[in-house]
């Protein structure tokens, strides 16, 4: 039950994602380079790209053989955040004032959101 509720939580934190990179609300942990130049075209692309995820944590949710493909993904992301964080390109498009560290917060965030999947999915593997 908790597993699933974790992954419900995952999907609905994905629509909210959704949502606020179609309309550009440019708010921490649901745009995570929100104080950065974008353009909306890019953020519409993102929204539309998201619904992957919904799709894949709604699943994920309440069909064990889906919940090791919804964790490999959030990990590939949880990596190419914080390859992003240390890449040049971000560099180049932050003021000098500007810090990374919170992108790393949100990154860190995602990455115990994904800790506490591989949790629950080792757990539930142990009880089946």
Known sequence: MLTRISFLAGAAYFVCMAIAHFFGIKLPVLFVYYDVPFYAYQDKIISFAVCAYIGLFY??????????????????????????????????VMSAKQSTLPYWIQTVILGGYLAWLIFLYLKDGKNQ
């Open 59 to 92: 699943s994920a949710a309440f069909n064990r053989s889906v919940a090791l493909n919804a964790i490999i993904v959030l990990a590939a992301t949880v990596l190419g955040l914080a390859s992003v964080n240390v890449s040049d390109e971000l560099g180049s």
